[in-house]
C-alpha cells in the first residue's frame, strides 16, 4: 500500500524535504514505519523524541494500522509562549 | 470561522465573527509577537502551519466548547509566513451570553490551541534562529498521540 | 484610553491602544445590548454616564489593575446614547507580556467597572422602558460609598 | 457655602432636574445634606434606599463634610447585566 509521509517546521528542514510517498507492507502500523524510518535514515532517527504522528489529521499511537493512501505527518513541538 | 491565512489578523474580524444579539458578551484574544523573547531581541519571526490538520484542530476546539460550556460562537484565525515584531499571530473569539463562560472558554481555546493545532514558530535574531519547541536529540523514544484534554 | 462616547465601539479601537512590543498577549471585551432581556424583547438601549466621574473611576481601575498585576496597559471605552441590539456598550482591552494575566485583568476591568464607574441604561420594550438596577423605594436608608473591592 | 447638586438616569426623571445649587451652612455633613433634601422633598425621599452619594467624583460616606463649591452627585445603581 502506498502511503504519503509529510514533514513540516525543524523535521522538513532536518530531513530535507516536505513530503514523500512509500510502499508499504499490508498491516504496517505507525510504530512499525517509526522503526523501519529510523533504520533508513540517521536524519530522522535524530528528530525530536517528543514529536507526535498524526495519520488523515488526527493524532495517533505507535499501535495505529496505516491504510491504503493514509497520509502520514510527523509534527515536532508546536510553538510555545505565543 | 476557523482558518490559516497569510493576512494580517485584527480582534475585530473574529469579534464581528462571534456578535450575535443573544450573546451579551464577546471575548478576543490576540496573540502578538514579542520582542525581546528569552532574553534576545527578535527580529522577525516565521510561522509555517500544517493547514489541513490545524483547521480541523480548530474545529476540535469549538467542538469541545460547545461541549463544556454550551457555546456555540468561536472563531479561530492563524497567521502563518513573516510576522513583525508587535503583529498578531493568533485571534480568538468567544461570544457567549454571560462574559464569565466567555472568559473561560477564550481562555480555554488558546490553551488548546498551543497544544494540538499543528502550527509552528521560528524565532530569527540578528545572529541566528530557531525553531521554538524544536530540539534535535540524538535519543529516539516511541512517538504517541498527545495526552488527554485536561 | 478612558472615555465615554457616543461613537460605535470597536474591539480594535481598545486593542491598538494597548498592543506593545513587550507584550505578547491583548484580551478584549466587549459588553453587547442583548434581547431578549429578562424574558422581554428589548426595541433599544439608552444609556447615560456621569461623565466627568466615569472617566475617574476608569483611570482608577487601571490603577487597582496596576497594583494587583503590575499591569500598565488597558484601555476602557463605554458608549452612550441610543444603542441597538447587538451593539456594543463597553470595550476593554488588557495587554500583558502573558495571556493569563491579561485573562484575568480584563474580567476584573469589566467586573469593577459594573461596580463602580456611574453608567446607566434604559431598556425600552415595546411596552414600556426602565432604568436597570432602579428601584424607587418608599424606604429610605443612610447612602454610603461603596463596598471595599474585593 | 455653596454646593452644585447632580441628579442622572433614574434620579434625574424623578427629580425633575439633572442639577441645582444649594446655600447650606458650614459644617454640613452629606448625611446632614440627605436628611434636609428628604424632609424638604418627597420625591427624593422616595429615591432608592441603595443610592450612592459622590462629593467631587468619589464615593462618600454619609459622614463626609461638605465644602465651599463641592459638587455632590446622587447616583442610582450602576446598570447591571451589560
Same mark, same amino acid.
Request: hydrophobic fraction near 45%; include cysteine.
Given at each position: 500500500?502506498?502511503? $504519503?509521509? %509529510?514533514? !513540516?517546521?525543524?523535521? /522538513?528542514?532536518?530531513?530535507?524535504?516536505?513530503? =514523500?510517498?512509500?510502499?508499504?507492507?499490508?498491516?504496517?502500523?505507525?510504530?512499525?514505519?517509526?522503526?523501519?524510518? $529510523?533504520?533508513?535514515? +540517521? $536524519? !530522522?532517527?535524530?528528530? +525530536?523524541?517528543?514529536?507526535?504522528?498524526?495519520?488523515?489529521?488526527?493524532?495517533?499511537?505507535?499501535?495505529?494500522?496505516?491504510?491504503?493512501?493514509? #497520509?502520514?505527518? !510527523?509534527?515536532?513541538?508546536?510553538?510555545? @509562549?505565543? | 470561522?476557523?482558518? &490559516?491565512?497569510?493576512?494580517?489578523?485584527?480582534?475585530?474580524?473574529?469579534?464581528?465573527?462571534?456578535?450575535?444579539?443573544?450573546?451579551?458578551?464577546?471575548?478576543?484574544?490576540?496573540?502578538?509577537? $514579542?520582542?525581546?523573547?528569552?532574553?534576545?531581541?527578535?527580529?522577525?519571526? *516565521?510561522?509555517?502551519?500544517?493547514?489541513?490538520?490545524?483547521? %480541523?484542530?480548530?474545529?476540535?476546539?469549538?467542538? #469541545? &466548547?460547545?461541549? %463544556?460550556?454550551?457555546?456555540?460562537?468561536?472563531?479561530? %484565525?492563524? /497567521?502563518? @509566513?513573516?510576522?513583525?515584531?508587535?503583529?498578531?499571530?493568533?485571534? &480568538?473569539?468567544?461570544?457567549?451570553?454571560?462574559?464569565?463562560?466567555? !472568559?473561560?472558554?477564550? *481562555?480555554?481555546?488558546?490553551?488548546?490551541?498551543?497544544?494540538?493545532?499543528?502550527?509552528?514558530?521560528?524565532?530569527?535574531?540578528?545572529?541566528? =534562529?530557531?525553531?521554538?519547541?524544536?530540539?534535535?536529540? #540524538?535519543?529516539?523514544? +516511541?512517538?504517541?498521540? +498527545?495526552?488527554?484534554?485536561?
Amino acid at each position: 500500500m502506498r502511503v $504519503r509521509l %509529510r514533514y !513540516f517546521a525543524g523535521a /522538513r528542514e532536518a530531513m530535507g524535504r516536505a513530503e =514523500e510517498t512509500r510502499d508499504l507492507p499490508a498491516g504496517t502500523t505507525v510504530g512499525a514505519l517509526l522503526g523501519q524510518l $529510523r533504520a533508513e535514515e +540517521p $536524519r !530522522f532517527a535524530r528528530l +525530536p523524541a517528543d514529536m507526535m504522528v498524526s495519520v488523515n489529521f488526527e493524532y495517533r499511537a505507535p499501535d495505529h494500522l496505516l491504510a491504503e493512501g493514509d #497520509e502520514v505527518a !510527523f509534527i515536532p513541538p508546536v510553538s510555545g @509562549g505565543r | 470561522m476557523f482558518e &490559516i491565512t497569510r493576512e494580517v489578523l485584527t480582534a475585530d474580524q473574529v469579534a464581528e465573527a462571534v456578535r450575535a444579539p443573544d450573546c451579551g458578551g464577546v471575548v478576543t484574544f490576540l496573540g502578538t509577537v $514579542r520582542s525581546p523573547s528569552r532574553g534576545r531581541t527578535v527580529l522577525y519571526l *516565521e510561522y509555517e502551519a500544517y493547514p489541513e490538520m490545524a483547521v %480541523r484542530k480548530m474545529q476540535q476546539i469549538a467542538e #469541545e &466548547i460547545r461541549e %463544556r460550556w454550551g457555546i456555540t460562537r468561536v472563531a479561530i %484565525r492563524h /497567521r502563518v @509566513g513573516r510576522l513583525e515584531v508587535g503583529e498578531a499571530s493568533v485571534a &480568538i473569539a468567544v461570544a457567549a451570553p454571560h462574559r464569565r463562560e466567555a !472568559f473561560e472558554a477564550c *481562555e480555554y481555546a488558546i490553551a488548546r490551541l498551543k497544544r494540538i493545532v499543528p502550527v509552528w514558530k521560528k524565532e530569527v535574531w540578528a545572529d541566528g =534562529e530557531e525553531w521554538i519547541g524544536w530540539e534535535g536529540t #540524538e535519543e529516539v523514544q +516511541p512517538v504517541g498521540a +498527545p495526552a488527554a484534554r485536561a
